[in-house]
């Protein structure tokens, strides 16, 4: 049995650079700009590694021409993925998923294509911001990146949700507050321009609800004010502590050392405007949908059955955010509901004492795991980064912590949306997932994780238990992939949800069930048409893969199926 070697091969820019922005990084806070300039003159873009579909036909001395025509057609793969499959081997293909945030620092093609080069898995648009005439336009982008340059990027709407949120600026980009200032929040309706050092509110209760001697928090502590008088709709507010106020930042009130829920916890989760997004996101396809400061159970059912009642041929996964006091409450009961989870640590951080944060992201991601549902660390990973073009210590160490917890996927917000280093965090979080992950398969440090029953039938059970003890096979045998060929993708998330050593590839017959599974922890989503007869599948998808170079003959694989619900062992002939 012969097993190959793969050489790690890290897919990083040249380490000099950055080592000296590294450096930089420790100066007083005062020197700064200093290092900014330095490292914008230093660090160049990293040589872009080529990797587009043209590598593909290369290494098989088949003709391009004939190689697209023949392999497209038969079976469809990531470029990126493919192309880290052959440089690295399997063992260090990525496990950790990306998601990145579009906005308007990465919606030209350009981009878009630098971050799916990046490692990108996942595009979201927040329908907070941008028209859907912008929206459409990525999303478009998008799916054409993938037709054209074979990339399996899915595509995920995050709902606006029924927040407090301040207005626009009257058009600026920011506005900053300064210690001591006072600043009027209204809820009247203004003309523009603004009137000095007003902010207008979205929610009509505001007024009503605060309270003299309340704090207010902009952005979840960025700025702070203390309400000092309520005149009419205006409320007066000192400045406590200054900073950046940014169009459409999210407000919360606390009184007493916790957060106000008055009247605004009776604001509907998905409100008149949410729903028209949701009917854009439905018409345009998107594979996600993710609902903001959702509650309960009941609103993530709502629309699940909305969706299946409205696209009959689509499938759109929910993904339930937690970001509210009420959504902790009820986190086994939305877990089960959704599709998948994120951990909206932006709100979350203002709803509940900071400091209990990573405590919530560590029950939740463990949760999801159990629960076998794809969960997002999202927010404020590399926050330092949409300014600066390196990471701090500490958020290198939060990026390594959510690898680390074996989190499906990492989330970029400001930072690729409007920061000034979109590929470079993207770079970030690709090389930080792949040291970490291959520092914890080294060091062996397995957590066994208690994995509860999922399964809702018989049917059901069979396959969990196969998914299991392929996974404790593919470890103890040392095997370099599982296969599954899986309709549904089910039994693909079953495996993953093991955290196996070793990389699944996932054969689906439906594109939009591969992009889905992009989502997911250690699979390498495959589109294939396949039949009933295993061994024909094998065969082919071996001759396949051989043909790219993706696999060779020795390799040791395990192979499963959600049709025949079988299991077998054996090398690549
Ligand atoms: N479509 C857009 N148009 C303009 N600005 C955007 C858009 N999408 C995102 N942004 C900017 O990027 C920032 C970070 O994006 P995101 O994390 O999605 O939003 P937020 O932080 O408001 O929840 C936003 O605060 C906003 O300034
Ligand atoms: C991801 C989050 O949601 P949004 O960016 O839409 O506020 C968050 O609050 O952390
Ligand atoms: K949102
Ligand atoms: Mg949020």
Redesign the pocket.
């Known amino acids: 049995m012969a097993q190959s070697l793969h050489v790690f091969a890290p897919l990083s820019p040249s380490p000099s650079p950055r080592l000296l922005c590294a450096h930089l990084a420790s100066l007083p806070h005062h020197h700064r700009l200093l290092r900014r300039q330095f490292c914008r003159a230093f660090t160049s873009p990293p040589p872009a590694p080529d990797l587009g579909p043209a590598v593909l036909a290369s290494d098989n001395g088949i003709s391009a021409s004939s190689f697209a025509a023949t392999a497209a057609s038969a079976i469809d793969v990531d470029a990126v993925t493919e192309a880290e499959l052959k440089e690295n081997g399997f063992r260090s293909t990525r496990r950790t998923k990306l998601v990145c945030a579009i906005g308007p620092a990465t919606c030209g093609a350009e981009q878009l294509e630098a971050l799916a080069v990046g490692g990108m898995n996942v595009a979201r648009v927040?329908m907070?911001h941008g028209t859907h005439d912008w929206h459409r336009g990525v999303i478009r982008q998008v799916r054409r990146l993938n037709e054209e340059k074979g990339f399996a990027v899915a595509v995920m709407m995050?709902t606006e949700g029924s927040e407090i949120h301040m207005g626009d600026l009257g058009g600026a980009a920011s506005a900053k507050a300064e210690d001591g200032e006072i600043w009027t929040f209204s809820v009247r309706a203004f003309n523009s321009p603004l009137p000095d050092r007003t902010i207008h509110v979205n929610y009509d209760g505001f007024a009503e609800d605060v309270r003299v001697g309340d704090e207010l928090l902009v952005d979840g502590g960025m700025v702070q004010f203390e309400v000092i008088e309520k005149i009419g709709p205006d409320v007066k507010c000192r400045c406590t502590d200054p900073g950046l106020l940014l169009p459409r930042a999210?407000l919360t009130f606390w009184r007493d050392g916790s957060v106000v829920r008055e009247r605004n916890a009776m604001l509907p989760t998905i409100s008149s405007k949410d729903w028209l997004d949701i009917d854009f996101g439905i018409a345009e396809g998107v594979d996600f949908i993710s609902v903001?400061f959702v509650k309960s159970a009941e609103v993530i059912n709502h629309l699940k059955s909305y969706i299946a009642a409205r696209s009959r041929d689509s499938d759109i996964a929910v993904i339930a955010?937690i970001?509210s006091i009420d959504a902790l409450k009820n986190l086994e009961e939305i877990i089960r509901a959704s599709d998948g989870v994120?951990v909206?640590?932006?709100?979350?951080g203002a709803q509940i004492p900071l400091e209990q944060v990573p405590s919530a992201q560590r029950k939740i991601v463990k949760l999801c795991r159990q629960l076998d549902k794809p969960v997002i660390v999202?927010?404020q990973l590399l926050e330092s980064m949409i300014e600066y073009p390196t990471p701090t210590r500490a958020e290198v160490a939060d990026v390594s912590e959510a690898v680390r917890q074996r989190a499906d996927a990492l989330m970029l917000?400001g930072e690729s949306a409007m920061g000034q280093y979109p590929e470079k965090a993207l770079t970030v979080l690709r090389s930080v997932s792949l040291r970490i992950e291959r520092w914890w398969r080294e060091e062996k440090r397995f957590e066994a994780m208690e994995l509860p029953d999922v399964a809702s039938s018989f049917s059901d059970k069979i396959s969990e238990e196969i998914c299991n003890s392929a996974a404790k096979m593919a470890n103890n045998l040392g095997v370099d992939a599982l296969f599954v060929y899986t309709k549904t993708g089910d039994m693909a998330s079953l495996l993953s949800r093991c955290r196996p050593d070793c990389p699944i590839f996932a054969f689906t017959t439906s594109t939009s069930v591969r992009r889905r599974l992009n989502l997911q922890w250690g699979l390498i989503p495959f589109r294939l048409s396949f039949s009933d007869d295993m061994e024909s599948n094998l065969n082919r998808t071996f001759s396949l893969l051989k043909a790219r170079g993706m696999i060779q003959s020795g390799d040791l694989v395990i192979a499963l199926s959600d049709m025949l619900q079988s299991i077998q062992v054996m090398n690549v002939p």
């Open positions: 927040n907070c995050d999210n903001s955010k970001e994120m909206a640590r932006g709100d979350l999202a927010s917000s």
